[in-house]
Structure formats: structure tokens, C-alpha cells
């Protein structure tokens, strides 16, 4: 389609006239003739984080550096996110090597805060079980000009150090923190104490908790029994359960600061008595929610980190009790909740969660929650029941279907062999503008030519080509022995 250039061109249109081109060529070639035409024009830091962005989409990663190159030549205010996609890009062409040197080439563009490449380096270096490359980066760039904060990266360090089991080296960079100006938060709090625990490092652990008292509980905060409970429930299942009794009554007066009828009235003594671990541990959960001041946020911590856990009834005890005292559980109990069900095979549980459970507390569903439950059913075997929930979605206007959720339902569609209805879902996909990947494209016109619908195939290798993407060998010939096969009635070409 002709673009329809404007008397006179600024940055924004060119942006809209970029964003609204299928084939990513196309607005690569749109992009550098906008020069040509308007002599007086420049590019800004928004336009060449479009058509960075519309390249990175579709893996074209040649042409995305030359865009690049020619953003740092312009010497034009870019975004940190304008890179962020790139290296995510890079990444997941398991270009790394090319990720971390764009990094740090970041001086010589006009961008004065790298905030968000550094973490999402970080972040993928750690993924990709490259402690020793993450340490390398941190330490020569955390104290720049350029990354405005250090604790998301602390905190990822940290928590990569956890899961290797050196909570030891986790704990000696959170004693850092202070000398890094840089204060740590609940979450850092959280990953230490899990690893501690792991380890079986409780004291440390414990030493943790009395610091984490006077650090960020000081107001009593409700959110914090997610941290508490870690402690407590490995201090139990480390037969230290007087030990875990004691701490209970600790942080019911320093850590939830309940108001003193709630604290006479905290009862442990069953702890005790009790012959059974889990009995232990439903006990010292009780005693946390009753022993602060009920709070959505506290009820809401204890049940989310339940379900993290797998422990469903638990957490359904935490519900009852959070309904009962007048609570409405937020949107994030609520995508936990799928979680675990989905996870432990309960979508049937999950379906009654979004049609039921939340119709009569009146919330209304988020989009990462339809995609939760999109994902669990695709994951059973139940990709036409998750159509019908893609459709609920597409009548919403506070949550319409993203990219994930597209992409969710046209692999388990495909999975299931289900190539007629993964062709449709494919077409409104494209129709509310989101970029498929061009593997899509590829499977569902092999799958077509399996069920005899020539046609569709053809067609979708149409729309594949004029988006730029040349199809690979297997396609062309699942295409071409299918339409001969159906033409001379081969069996075997």
C-alpha cells in the first residue's frame, strides 16, 4: 500500500506511518526516504526506537545495527528502552556476546541513563548461568553516572547466588549494600532469607529477621509475613519449633506491632503439644495473621506465598479467613491462585476462579490472569475451551488479548493439531495488529496442508512473503506435495 506522505513531515507521523506497515522492510525503507523527501527533517529518539523495535520484532538483526549505527551518528537523545529491545533481541538469538559489547558501546550514544539495559543484561546473564560474567559487569558499571539505582541488580545477584547455593556470598553482598548507598527492600530481604533457609543457615536467618525489624517493619507492615513464615516453617522442619514459638511472639510485637488485645490473646502453647510437623506450621501461620492488625496486604502476602508453594487448602484457609474479616482479595491473590492450580492440574478450579470466585467478589479478571488460565488450559489439552475465554477477552475493553496471549493459544492449538481454528486465531492476531512470529506462520501452513486446506496455505505464504519473511524449505515442500498429491491423486510424491 502507497504511503501518503503529509505536506509537511514531523517525527510523530513518521512514527504512525511506521507502525502501521506490515512488512518490516517496507518502514525500514519508508524510514530512510523520509530524509530524501523533507531535506529540513531529522530523525528523533522515538522514531528510532519504532523501527529499532518493528526490526528487533521480527529477528531482523542485521538491519537493526545498522539503524543503530546511524542513531549513534546522529548523536540523537535516545531511550534506555530503545536498547533493552535490541539486547532482548540478542538475546534471544542467543547473541550474547553482541548484547554485552552493545552495552558497552552505551557512551558513545546520547543517552544519559542506562538504568533498564543494565538490569535486563544482568538479568540475562544470570539466566543463562553466567554468574561470572554478570559479577565482571556489575562491578564495572553499578557505580557509573549512568545506573541511576543498584538495588534491582543487588537483589538478582543475590538471588542467582541463592539458587547456586552460596547464600554465604549473597549475605556478604547484602552487608555491602550500605557502603553502596543503596538500601535493600522486601524483596531483597526475601531472596536472602530463602537462601539462608536453604542452606540451613538459620542464624543468620534469624539474625536477618531482627534486622529486617528495624530496616523496613518499623511501621509494622502486614506484607512481611511472607518473610516471617520462610524462618518459621525452616526452623520447624529443623525441629527447632520452641525457637520458632519464641520469634513468633517477637515479631507480633516489633515486626506486625498488633494492638495489645491481639497479642494477649496470641496462644502457641498446642505448638508444642502438637505431634505433627504441618500441625506446627498451621499453628505459627494462624498465629502470624491474628497476631498483627488484619490487613488485605497481610492476608493477602500469607495466601500468595501458599499458593507459591503448592500448599492450595492452606491458602484457602487464609481466604476464608480474609473474607470473613471483610477483605476483598487484590488482583494478585487472585493470579496466584491460577498459578497454583494450573500448576498442580486444577484447571477445572481455575476456569470456576475466573467465572465464579471473581464475579462474586466483583473483580474483573486482569489480562495476565486470562493468560494464566490460557496457558493451563493449552497445557491440558483444552485449546477450544481457551478460544472461548480468548473471545471473553476480545469483549473486554479493560483487557483485551496481548501478543502473549495470541501466541499462547496458537501453540497449544498446534500442538493439538488444531490447524483450521490456529489459521483463524492467527487472522484476528493480525487484524488487531500484533506481530506473529514467523515460526507461526511456518507450522500452521504445514499443518494446513495436512488437513487438505491448500488454499489457506497458500494464502498465509502470501501474507508471509509480504511481510519480508522468506520461507524455509520444509514449508515449500509440504505445500508443493500437497497441492500435487491432491491435483493427481499421489499417494507419495
Not at 550474547?96 to 552505551?106: E, I, M, P, S, Y
Not at 515442500?477 to 491423486?489: A, E, H, I
Request: glycine content about 6%; proline content about 4%; aromatic content about 8%.
Amino acid at each position: 500500500m502507497p504511503v501518503r506522505w503529509p505536506r509537511l513531515l514531523n517525527p510523530t507521523q513518521l512514527s504512525q506511518i511506521l507502525k502501521c506497515q506490515k512488512n518490516p522492510v517496507t518502514a525500514l525503507e519508508i524510514f530512510r526516504e523520509a530524509r530524501h523527501k523533507y531535506p529540513s527533517y531529522r530523525h528523533n529518539g522515538p522514531v528510532y526506537s519504532t523501527i529499532i523495535g518493528i526490526l528487533a520484532n521480527c529477528g531482523r538483526i542485521s538491519e537493526m545495527e545498522e539503524v543503530i549505527n546511524e542513531m549513534k551518528e546522529d548523536s540523537c537523545e535516545c531511550a534506555d528502552s530503545t536498547f533493552v529491545a535490541a539486547i532482548n533481541t540478542y538475546a534471544k538469538h542467543a547473541l550474547l556476546d553482541k548484547a554485552v559489547g552493545l552495552f558497552k558501546n552505551l557512551p558513545l550514544f546520547n543517552c544519559v541513563n542506562w538504568t533498564e539495559s543494565f538490569n535486563a543484561l544482568l538479568q540475562i546473564l544470570v539466566k543463562e548461568s553466567r554468574p561470572e560474567d554478570a559479577y565482571h559487569l556489575f562491578v564495572q558499571n553499578s557505580h557509573g553516572w549512568a545506573v541511576k539505582s543498584r538495588l534491582r541488580s543487588l537483589n538478582l545477584l543475590m538471588d542467582a547466588l541463592c539458587q547456586r547455593r552460596r547464600s554465604d556470598l549473597a549475605l556478604r553482598i547484602f552487608q555491602e549494600m550500605d557502603y553502596q548507598n543503596c538500601y535493600p527492600n522486601r524483596e531483597s530481604y526475601g531472596i536472602l532469607m530463602r537462601g539462608l533457609c536453604r542452606d540451613g543457615r538459620l542464624n543468620e536467618a534469624t539474625h536477618l529477621l531482627y534486622s529486617m525489624f528495624w530496616r523496613i517493619s518499623q511501621k509494622g507492615s502486614g506484607e512481611d509475613i511472607a518473610v516471617y513464615r520462610t524462618l518459621l516453617s525452616a526452623l520447624c522442619d529443623n525441629g527447632q519449633v520452641q525457637e520458632a514459638v519464641e520469634i513468633v511472639r517477637k515479631i507480633s510485637k516489633k515486626g506486625l506491632k498488633g494492638p495489645r488485645q491481639h497479642l494477649q490473646s496470641l496462644d502457641l502453647t498446642r505448638c508444642n503439644k502438637a505431634e505433627e510437623l504441618e500441625v506446627m506450621k498451621h499453628s505459627i501461620n494462624d498465629s502470624l495473621i491474628k497476631g498483627g492488625v488484619p490487613s488485605s496486604a497481610s492476608y493477602s502476602a500469607m495466601a500468595v506465598d501458599l499458593y507459591n508453594e503448592g500448599k492450595i487448602k492452606q491458602a484457602e484457609k487464609v481466604l476464608s479467613e480474609m473474607r470473613r474479616k471483610g477483605f476483598r482479595p487484590p488482583n494478585s491473590f487472585y493470579e496466584a491462585k491460577l498459578a497454583a492450580l494450573c500448576r498442580n492440574g486444577g484447571v477445572e478450579g481455575a476456569v470456576k476462579v475466573i467465572d465464579v470466585e471473581m464475579v462474586k467478589d466483583n473483580s474483573v479478571p486482569t489480562r495476565r490472569a486470562y493468560n494464566i488460565l490460557l496457558e493451563g488450559l493449552c497445557n491440558q489439552g483444552n485449546s477450544v475451551v481457551a478460544v472461548e475465554y480468548l473471545e471473553k477477552m476480545r469483549k473486554m475493553l479493560s483487557c483485551t488479548p496481548d501478543k502473549k496471549a495470541y501466541e499462547i493459544l496458537l501453540d497449544g492449538l498446534c500442538r493439538e493439531g488444531r490447524f483450521g481454528t490456529a489459521s483463524k486465531i492467527l487472522e484476528q492476531m493480525i487484524i488487531n495488529s500484533h506481530l506473529p512470529h514467523v515460526g507461526f506462520f511456518s507450522t500452521i501452513i504445514q499443518g494446513l496442508c495436512t488437513i487438505g486446506r491448500q488454499y489457506q496455505a497458500v494464502m498465509w505464504l502470501e501474507e508471509m512473503v509480504s511481510r519480508g519473511d522468506m520461507p524455509e524449505v520444509p514449508v515449500w515442500n509440504s505445500l508443493v506435495s500437497s497441492v500435487c498429491c491432491k491435483v493427481n491423486g499421489f499417494g507419495d510424491l
